[in-house]
């Protein structure tokens, strides 16, 4: 074995540089793609949470707006002859007032 080192110990010098050479670009690509995984999610949770914060700003005014034309129509109501009329009435015409 020792003569077939000395005669080839070059080439296989070389050899064993190209291969760490190709595990270094190798670890160096997974590297980049893992973080690039990283910094992907981490922008699509940063996203997500904001989209979730618009939500509930949204529900929160639309909940105002429904309990307003509520309570609009229940006041039309208590204080008319035809309360189902008038309280219908209400809620139609507020809901006109909006796009």
Same mark, same amino acid.
């Given at each position: 074995m020792i003569p077939f080192l000395r005669a080839y110990h070059r080439p296989l010098i070389a050899v064993a540089?190209? =291969? #760490?050479?190709m595990w270094a670009l190798n670890?160096?690509?997974a *590297?980049?793609?893992? $973080?690039?995984r990283v910094e992907t999610r981490n922008a699509a949770l940063e #996203? $997500?949470?904001?989209?979730? *914060?618009? #939500? %509930?700003?949204?529900?929160a005014s639309e909940q105002a707006?429904? !309990?307003? !034309?509520?309570e609009d129509a229940r006041k039309a109501a208590a204080r008319s $002859?035809?309360? =189902? %009329?008038? %309280?219908l009435r209400?809620?139609?015409?507020g809901s006109r007032r909006d796009p």
């Open positions: 540089l190209l =291969l #760490a050479l670890r160096y690509v *590297d980049a793609v893992h $973080d690039d #996203a $997500d949470s904001k989209a979730d *914060d618009r #939500a %509930g700003v949204v529900a707006r429904t !309990e307003k !034309e509520n $002859d035809d309360p =189902l %009329g008038d %309280g209400s809620l139609r015409n």
